[in-house]
């Protein structure tokens, strides 16, 4: 019962809103195709639960701690199941950069 003595009320059916559906996780191992100035490279995101181990930046030259995220990039041209020798792991922001920095 009500506090009133009355008969309690249901509320009122309210339109909830409809979740925003994010764009769906991409799995670890999924590569993209990029091109820049560079070349052609394909480009996995690397979760930071993913990230296990510490990588030293190209761009920066400082490491990326385990649980960081971050990209891995190797040239599209490279054979099927390239090696680890192809690979680089870089942060975000210096990948985005590359362009503009100064070749050492």
Known sequence: MAEDGGVPRRRPVSRR???V??????PVG????????????LVRVVPGAAALK??????CDQVIPPGTS?????PADAPPG????????WHRSCWRARAR????
């Not at 999924?30 to 490279?41: I, L, R, V």
């Not at 971050?70 to 190797?74: E, F, N, R, S, T």
């Not at 920095?101 to 050492?104: E, G, K, S, V, Y």
């Open 30 to 41: 999924w590569a993209t195709g990029e091109s820049g100035p560079d070349g052609e490279w």
């Open 54 to 59: 510490p990588y030293r930046c190209p761009g």
């Open 82 to 89: 390239v090696g680890p020798s192809e690979r680089r792991h």
């Open 70 to 74: 971050h990209v891995v990039a190797w």
């Open 101 to 104: 920095r100064r070749p050492r």
């Open 17 to 19: 809103r409809q979740p």
């Open 21 to 26: 559906v994010a764009e769906p996780a991409r």
